[in-house]
């Protein structure tokens, strides 16, 4: 059962250009969370800013009842929450949503992180790792700055390629063109990613065209957080049907676009789920970007 | 001993304490957090005749002391509600109020049959005020004969204790409330969200999908305990009151301003207990103020 | 080079910042933290024919991300405003508002000859909409036909431009809007208060001297972008858009919504220099974004 | 002209069951300060509480270009005060209002404070002091832990005097009292006095009865701080006009009454003053409190 209380922050410093850290003593929490999940922070305690924020798990100690946060300070009420001093009570909802699985069959694998979308796939990767599941990870930022914990994830000993949109670390130009390249040569079985809408639409663009199947973690505004408020939802492949691609011009292999035991039937409407509770991370055949 | 039960137009509740539709979804959601039990009603999203997938994203926006919303009422419909979510709700000794809105007379007149033979459904709660639909909705609750109009074909067809729930949007809502009072209505819900919007100014278009979307939250209490002061004075029927109640300190403000029972709606999101801090808070207050029945608070600031 | 001048409805404006009615005294009071010649209009308090007292204490009451006010138009009478205040107001390059109300037609229409003849008065606005005073106030600014008969009072009596100051608390105000424009309003004002109250819960009565008051202050304001964006694509006239303004992204979602100018109101309590800072925040958005001319983006959320 | 914009928190430290010191650099504000005026203080930097709150100056330090506020927690905008750390930015105007004035003719003087009211009393007695008028202070509070600051009134060598509800800190009973009693004794000729209104009415009706000239600081519900809202205003005797005691049979000697140069007239209307800039200190003879 999620918490929701009152929790310590133990550690919260600058790791970036506006990218914090946050460590939080919050064991009932962290005993049940898991790579991929949220959690729903109250900013501070007065009534403006209302809404809390969804952020997800970047670290995970079960040992010692912590987990980690990493944000970027975007507007206010990151601001706030970047101002807390270590010993601060933060109010904390969570784990919360779905978080990766992985597949029985995945043996070397993406981890795609575009911006602070890197954040939730820490402690995926340290699952992976577990498992030992061969990884690559592709991380995409606009500059080296702001390309945040390639040494941290170095120093777990796995693949890290970046790409940059000026060139000053690794790849110069999307990271969605450099996995389009790195698949040809690691030729990946299965992939997790997690980053804007729009690089994650451009991304499943690549992997359909590759027939790379994979799971992806979504964004969306959120209210409640527990799938209550119907605020948060993204449009789905609705259940049971097979979507055909539309008058858009791209063709897809239909395979791709199958969801659970779906046959073959006549294009339908989309169905909407709740990036909260169905989510955030979805399989990668699920989901529908709006154009 | 403190007596916490109030009766809302025949709907009797074990204490004034309820949630506003929309923002409990049906149950479950919240069940980690709440004792489902202890609530004076569990008061469901809003449903429809048919299933509807609501408004374009993106569906709410942050504003002070509020939020904007259009989600336009996305539900399963109300047959799969009954199948679904009802059984879920009957292992609860908690009464259910069913939210309901249609886009005519026999949409909400079918509505009502359906679930006043179902089972486990303790009240209606008749929407005639939602502003993030096209059909339907608020152009109901701004028009006094259309809002009696749906009201009346609700209460010929039920048994159920009817309560209309109103708009804010309008210049008199005591004139409505009257309407739907000699329509049949047995309490009043006040109030809906407020209509309002927010621009993106980098994209220079509004932030909701819809353009519009009904402004909830602590921003818009002072309007709707105002609300609540007219026409508990001006009406004899009971009153449900919910407008940014966050905390038992908001919800005595509608309470003595004339409302028998209360819901908090946006201040789940915020507080996923709120409504048994509520809940807690109203008891401790009548304790430390010597009350013994929360009836005798109702109105007290004008009685 | 930007040009940040409008005309709202005849009266020309350096730049599309005033100051709400009200909130800003009749000028000297902020004159410490403002440079008033850099102000696109000063707009004044609501000035009646006879002096007035206003209402009881309290007559404030902070509520969520707002305020609630019941001044009651206290004002030391026309006469007494020519005399003492423009003469201070005259020294200043900066267009005058006079903001006016009145108990009845004829004292409109007498207010109105007075401050024609005055010297220093750049326009009128036409307060109908004011929820603090019994007598006149807001039941001409929620009826349409007495909305329309004083600003045609106002209209025969002056050849200033008239601004007619609106309602929120109104079903539908673009009806209102439409018949003010008839009756000659140049430009109109959105928008005044929204009626609210605050229940002190250990007293148990209301908080307000004078029981319900007007909420001003953040937490209206997506209403009041709300009314600015319906009233902008229903009439043809210029707004004067206010209603929690308290940045210069608040007033460009105004701006952007269809008002010609806005007005920054509750923000100057909290920040003394609201005005210049939201001046000085619009005129960097226009050089970000390559905006030449303010008009550009009058009603760009729609057009 | 007043100071309006942020400062520096250099001091905030409990001294009293819910009472904190705060002290603030701000040379431009300091340089212009009088004793009884009053800054207007923005709790944070969000739109919840929204307003300003209004705090008397409790300490000029015109050398070293600080003040201080002594502030009692009563509600939402003092706690967030009281969680402001040291080296805090505090968004300050003032000084606003007009404070105390020291008629020539005074010798021997009351300052009266109630509860929280003693906070604008101490520059005040440290300028009694320093044009050497004699003075005695009473202060009254609910019980002993409750009477601030008497033992850095003692340290300035002036007489301080007790009242508390509960005795258990030099007389036992309201302060009011105690000033009637002492009044008889130390026949002082001007008093200044600060503390809420209802003790103010009580206070006036005992000094009216002796015959006793002063002048009061006053508390009212604020908006603006600078007279623009008139939000904040208090009942005064109409100008150049006489009050006569009115039916609540209460006769009062007309001199203490006169304002200015009043003529004796015929009873009139009551005139609203503002306590943010006609105040908060006004004429003991001029302020009207309602039954
Ligand atoms: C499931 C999930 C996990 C996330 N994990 C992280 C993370 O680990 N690190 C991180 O830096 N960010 C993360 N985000 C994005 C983060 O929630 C927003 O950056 C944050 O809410 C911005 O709040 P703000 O007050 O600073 O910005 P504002 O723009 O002032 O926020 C205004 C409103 O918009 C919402 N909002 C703004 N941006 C986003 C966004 N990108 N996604 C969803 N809602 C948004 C806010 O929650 C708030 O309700 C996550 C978002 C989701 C949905
Ligand atoms: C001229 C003046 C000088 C003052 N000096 C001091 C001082 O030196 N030390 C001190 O502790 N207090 C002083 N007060 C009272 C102080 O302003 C209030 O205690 C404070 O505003 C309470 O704010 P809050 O948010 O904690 O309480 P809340 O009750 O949450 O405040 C709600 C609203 O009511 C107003 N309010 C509440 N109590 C009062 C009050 N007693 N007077 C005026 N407005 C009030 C607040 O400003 C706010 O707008 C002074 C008041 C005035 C008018
Ligand atoms: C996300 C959301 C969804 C809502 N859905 C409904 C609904 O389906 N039916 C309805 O009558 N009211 C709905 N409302 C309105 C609330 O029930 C309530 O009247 C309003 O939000 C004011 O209360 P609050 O300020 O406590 O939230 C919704 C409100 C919100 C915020
Ligand atoms: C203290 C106060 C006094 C006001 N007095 C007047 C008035 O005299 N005439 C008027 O037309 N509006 C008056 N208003 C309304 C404002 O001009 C404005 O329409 C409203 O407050 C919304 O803007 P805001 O949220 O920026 O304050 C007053 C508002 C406040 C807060
Ligand atoms: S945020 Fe409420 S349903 Fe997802
Ligand atoms: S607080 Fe605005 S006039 Fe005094």
Known sequence: MPYSGIAEVVVNKKVGPEHFLMRVLVPELTKEAKPGQFVHVRCHGEMDPLLRRPLSLHGIDYEHGTISLLYQVVGRGTRLLAEMPTGAEVDIMGPLGRGFTIPEKAQNVFVIGGGIGVAPLFPLVQALKHYKIEQTILLGARSADWVIGTGQLASLGVKVEAATDDGSLGYKGFVTDLVGKRIKVIKPDYFFACGPNPMLKALLEVTRKSGLDGQVSLEERMGCGVGACLACVCKTVASSELLVASGNGKTVDSGEWRVGSGTEKTVREFEYKKVCSDGPVFGAGEVIFDD | ?????????????????????????????????????????????????????????????????????????????????????????????????????????????????????????????????????????????????????????????????????????????????????????????????????????????????????????????????????????????????????????????????????????????????????????????????GVKDVGELVGAAWQ
């Open chain 2, 1 to 289: 001993m403190i007596n916490l039960a109030v009766d809302l137009g025949g709907l009797k509740m074990k204490n004034p304490v309820t949630t506003a539709s929309g923002t409990f979804g049906f149950g479950p959601e919240y069940a980690p957090y709440v004792d489902l039990n202890r609530l004076g009603a569990i008061t469901v999203k809003g449903t429809t005749l048919e299933p509807r997938k609501g408004n374009a994203t993106p569906r709410i926006a942050e504003t002070p002391a509020g939020i904007l919303n259009c989600i336009g009422l996305q539900n399963p419909g109300v047959d799969e509600f009954i199948a679904k979510s009802l059984p879920y709700l009957r292992k609860y000794d908690t009464p259910v109020i069913v939210n309901i809105a249609g886009n005519s007379t026999d949409d909400y007149a079918e509505i009502t049959r359906r679930l006043t033979a179902a089972d486990g459904v303790s009240a209606l709660e008749v929407n005639i005020s939602c502003p993030n639909v096209k059909q339907g909705g608020m152009v109901f609750g701004t028009n006094c004969a259309a809002a009696s109009e749906v009201i009346r074909v609700v209460r010929q067809n039920t048994t159920l204790p009817v309560i209309a729930k109103l708009s804010p949007n309008v210049t008199d809502i005591t004139e409505i409330a009257c309407g739907v009072a000699d329509a049949g209505a047995d309490a009043l819900a006040l109030i809906n969200t407020l209509l309002g919007m927010k621009i993106d100014i980098k994209a220079r278009k509004p932030v909701l999908g819809n353009i519009m979307g009904g402004l909830s939250g602590p921003a818009i209490r002072p309007v709707a305990v105002r609300i609540v002061w007219q026409v508990a004075q001006a009406v004899k029927l009971p009153i449900l009151g919910m407008g940014g109640i966050t905390t038992a300190e908001d919800a005595l403000e509608f309470i003595l301003a004339g409302a028998t029972a209360i819901a908090v709606g946006t201040a789940n999101f915020v507080n996923p207990r709120a409504t048994m801090d509520v809940l807690d808070g109203i008891e401790r207050y009548m304790r430390d103020n």
